[in-house]
């Protein structure tokens, strides 16, 4: 129901501290050498990212990004963080295919996803999102790249461009994409991680890209509505989908089994939540204790966490 | 009565937005060639003309997270007398009213809390949106009429242009539902005329700065300017807002009850729609 600025907070304090220590981890060559991606199943490649902060060392590279190659052309799944990361998923999507690339999905708002985009604009490359993505991507974009300005290197912001979609899914109708032989749905979500979640399946091999829907080993982030996210999720587990690909962590793993661990946080930060509102205690200390015991279950905790907290609180509080 | 009134901190408000702030504009030009110290100084300057600004925690005290969860939602807890919070209703250093003010926002001047002279208000709690790095302060001005100033800093990213939500959802109540929330008095202290409670109201709060997703227009800034809180007819506090207050205005705040067992709420927006609750704060859930 509330949707706020992610991230940047974290970034701005952890960019303040590495940019200056520590060195991109990506050397010249690396720099431009292809995306490292798997054949998760014929066609469905998937990139999967280190699960970090993002920030200067990480050199753009946290979301999981991927693409599915149809007869006829390729629909690319996020872009990541950078132009320079857009660029290298470039390369290994010509590595394995000269179709040519006819869609670029974008799962939802957040930079790491969609920094990428310019290096995909192209004749012919449509880009398609939720409906809500246009709006999302001119509110909150302009800060995304200021924040970027200041955490990142210069490399790493340079060509950045907000590229938004034109062809856009609604929550009423999946929009369904032809590859040539493969066909590919497309879902909008109701408000959960964001307010403009998409999902992508391939229904010739049942592999689901779940973008930031799905996390595992970085900790959930809660950008849009906890509430929405744990009323969604039976309907989200219903896909008949044999593998997925999270926004973050492990990708190609089973399903609906990769939803468990996200489910067991949003339960115990929202059963804790409502103890503290319901106890009196202020929203200061459930941003401090709220969803604690499940910290040495997950990465990132501490600096994501008091966020969904301190959201859920405002959230909870109306309940 | 000393220093101005709401009216008047919602003009200097708009007045110092527009002079230099460059009327609306994202990223204030001021931030790039004025230090935090110097934009303060210009701040106070306008806002508390040839007057002195004392620090004394005993007085007013800001509490403020060093770096906000979330910028749309960043709680910022204002103490008043709370080393003394028996100090007679009456004594020169009793606080009546604070300012608070959050630097480098596009309109700094936040909220202005006036304070019942029966209803011993040491604390109130809100949420507020943060644009950028800054500053905070609260400016308290007691009985005697001297001017008090805590100062706090807030890192943070982008607040004031975070959607508004209910755009897409019809899940919450609607707009203007007010709610009061009684704290459980054993969570308070053990004064048992001591009460806390909290005032929320159901509001976009839109600050001006938000696209409409159909039309791709800004929406016009539409919030909470006032809200007042009393038990019986005795003022518990008055605030007159502005953009910076987070969507969902929340106030959490102590009394000292004055029996009457019953709080009015009433309320007021930029769009002229008034709002309105009368009872006793529900018990927590």
Redesign the interface.
């Known amino acids: 129901?509330?949707?706020?600025?992610?991230l940047?907070?974290?970034l701005?304090?952890l960019g303040a501290t590495l940019i200056g220590g520590l060195r991109p981890a990506y050397g010249e060559n690396a720099a431009s050498a292809p995306l490292p991606v798997h054949e998760i199943a014929p066609g469905v490649y998937a990139h999967q990212a280190p699960v970090t902060a993002m920030n200067a060392a990480s050199g753009g590279d946290i979301a999981n990004l991927g693409f599915i190659v149809g007869d006829d052309a390729v629909a690319v799944i996020d872009t990541g963080g950078a132009l320079v990361i857009g660029e290298r998923l470039k390369k290994a999507i010509e590595a394995v295919t000269h179709k040519p690339v006819r869609y670029v999905i974008n799962t939802h708002e957040h930079p790491d996803h969609i920094f990428g985009n310019a290096a995909f604009v192209a004749p012919g490359v449509t880009f398609v999102g939720h409906?809500?993505l246009?709006?999302?991507m001119?509110?909150?974009g302009?800060?995304?790249l200021?924040?970027w300005r200041r955490v990142m290197t210069p490399n790493l912001v340079d060509g950045i461009k907000l590229v938004p979609p034109t062809l856009l899914v609604g929550?009423d109708k999946d929009v369904r994409l032809d590859l040539g032989h493969r066909v590919i749905d497309l879902h909008a979500w109701?408000?959960m991680h964001t307010?403009c979640d998409v999902t992508i399946f391939d229904e010739k091999t049942a592999t689901l890209f779940t973008g930031d829907l799905v996390f595992l080993q970085h900790v959930p982030v809660i950008d849009a509505?906890v509430?929405?996210w744990m009323k969604a999720m039976p309907a989200l587990a219903k896909i008949p989908a044999k593998r997925v690909v999270p926004g973050h962590g492990t990708i190609d793993v089973d399903w609906p089994q990769a939803l468990a661990a996200e489910k067991t946080y949003f339960t115990k930060l929202t059963q804790d939540l409502?103890g503290f509102?319901?106890?009196?205690?202020?929203?200061?200390q459930a941003?401090k204790e709220a969803g604690q015991s499940e910290a040495s279950k997950w990465q990132l905790f501490g600096i994501y966490n008091?966020?969904n907290?301190?959201?859920g609180y405002?959230e909870l509080?109306?309940? | 009565m000393r220093g101005w009134q709401g009216l008047a901190a919602l003009a200097a408000m708009f007045a110092l937005s527009c002079v230099t702030l460059n009327c609306g504009a994202?990223?204030p030009a001021r931030a790039a060639n004025a230090s935090p110290d110097e934009t303060w100084k210009g701040l106070a300057d306008a806002l508390f003309p040839h007057q002195t600004l004392t620090e004394d925690g005993t007085i007013i005290k800001l509490?403020t997270?060093l770096?906000?969860?979330?910028?749309?939602?960043v709680?910022v807890?204002l103490h008043m007398n709370y080393t003394d919070p028996d100090l007679p209703l009456n004594d020169p250093h009793r606080v009546k009213k604070v300012t608070l003010v959050i630097d480098q926002n596009p309109a700094p001047v936040a909220a202005v809390f006036e304070l019942g002279s029966k209803a011993g208000v040491t604390k109130i709690?809100t949420?507020v949106r943060v644009n950028q790095?800054t500053k905070v302060h609260a400016v308290a001005e007691t009985m005697d009429g001297k001017l008090y100033v805590s100062e706090s800093f807030v890192?943070?990213?982008?607040?004031c242009?975070?959607?508004g939500?209910?755009?897409?959802?019809a899940?919450?109540?609607p707009l203007g539902t007010i709610?009061l929330?009684a704290?459980?008095p054993e969570?308070?202290n053990s004064d048992a005329r001591r009460k806390?409670a909290?005032v929320?109201i159901?509001h976009p709060n839109n600050t001006g700065m938000?696209?409409?997703?159909e039309t791709?227009l800004y929406i016009p800034a539409r919030y909470i300017e006032s809200l007042r809180v009393t038990q019986g007819d005795n003022l518990i506090f008055a605030v007159t807002g502005g953009i910076s207050i987070?969507?969902?205005p929340?106030f959490?705040f102590d009394y000292v009850s004055n029996g009457s067992g019953e709080m009015k709420v009433s309320a007021a927006d930029t769009k002229g729609t008034k709002f309105a609750k009368n009872g006793a704060a529900e018990p927590?859930?």
Do not use: C, F
């Open positions: 129901m509330t949707k706020r600025l992610t940047l907070t974290a701005t304090l409906k809500n246009p709006r999302a001119a509110e909150r302009p800060a995304y200021a924040t929550t109701p408000p307010d509505s509430l929405g409502r509102i319901a106890r009196g205690a202020d929203i200061n941003a008091p966020r907290a301190t959201a405002a509080e109306w309940q | 994202m990223t509490g997270p770096a906000a969860e979330d910028a749309a939602l709680p807890t709690e949420r790095n890192a943070a990213a982008g607040g242009s975070a959607p939500g209910g755009t897409d959802t899940d919450g109540p709610r929330r704290i459980k969570y308070v806390e909290v929320m159901k938000q696209m409409d997703q791709h987070s969507e969902d929340n959490r927590a859930m």
